[in-house]
């Protein structure tokens, strides 16, 4: 099973550049999210979107832009990336339960700013 | 300030021994989720209780729920190599919005 799959896995970028990263989940899910994960921060949300058509700002979207292009895709944008966007970024798609919401994550997609 | 409070933020222990992490908030939750996240992966979801008092095992780990699902814990017996992570709670608050904790990172050497 595929579950939740992102791209590219790693990438280095000159300060400056736009880049995006794709994701896509195959488990019909309404809700995708975008997070970060840095030492000592936790994930952090940047964005999310609840349902196709739309999209809501979390945690720190500052520097970033998102497009639900369809039920199954999800892309992350860098407009002008800086240093501070290193990161390790997380997809995600969730299904809502009996016990609660439970998240479905990617691999990562490790990012460097130089 | 975070939700869920999770302690320690790190755990290095002995192949063989037993540790345990906690997950703790102020507010009352329907249910609360743990998370396992491997070097190099995404988390992935161990399991999810829902009623207070409840007590899950998963082969070497056990999970609780509190009486006042405040709080939970998860108890690894024996712990392995294999076990080593970072462990997260996951909830949903009131407005709907996923919640996490800022893990806990456990090393088990051999």
């Known amino acids: 099973n595929a579950g939740v799959t992102q791209t590219p896995k790693f990438q280095v970028l000159k300060t400056g550049q736009s880049m995006t990263l794709q994701c896509a989940q195959d488990?019909?899910?309404?809700?995708m999210y975008w997070y970060r994960q840095d030492p000592g921060m936790g994930l952090r949300l940047i964005y999310y979107s609840a349902s196709e058509g739309t999209t809501d700002k979390g945690e720190v979207p500052n520097g970033y832009n998102v497009s639900r292009l369809n039920k199954r895709e999800f892309s992350l944008r860098l407009e002008s990336a800086a240093p501070s966007q290193t990161s390790v970024y997380f997809c995600?798609?969730?299904?809502?339960?009996?016990?609660?919401?439970?998240?479905?994550f990617g691999e990562g997609s490790w990012l460097t700013v130089v | 300030t975070q939700l869920l409070e999770q302690s320690p933020q790190f755990l290095s222990i002995q192949e063989g021994e037993n540790l345990t992490v906690y997950c703790n908030s102020s507010s009352v939750f329907s249910s609360l989720q743990w998370y396992r996240q491997e070097p190099g992966e995404g988390p992935v979801l161990l399991v999810t209780v829902v009623t207070g008092g409840e007590v899950k095992k998963l082969k070497r780990l056990t999970f609780q729920f509190g009486d006042a699902r405040k709080d939970s814990s998860l108890h690894i017996t024996a712990a392995q190599p294999g076990d080593t992570g970072l462990y997260l709670c996951?909830?949903?608050?009131?407005?709907?919005?996923?919640?996490f904790g800022a893990g806990t990172q456990v090393v088990v050497t051999p």
């Open positions: 996951m909830t949903t608050d009131s407005w709907g919005k996923l919640q």
């Open positions: 995600a798609s969730s299904a809502r339960g009996l016990g609660g919401n439970t998240i479905y």
């Open positions: 488990m019909n899910h309404n809700s």
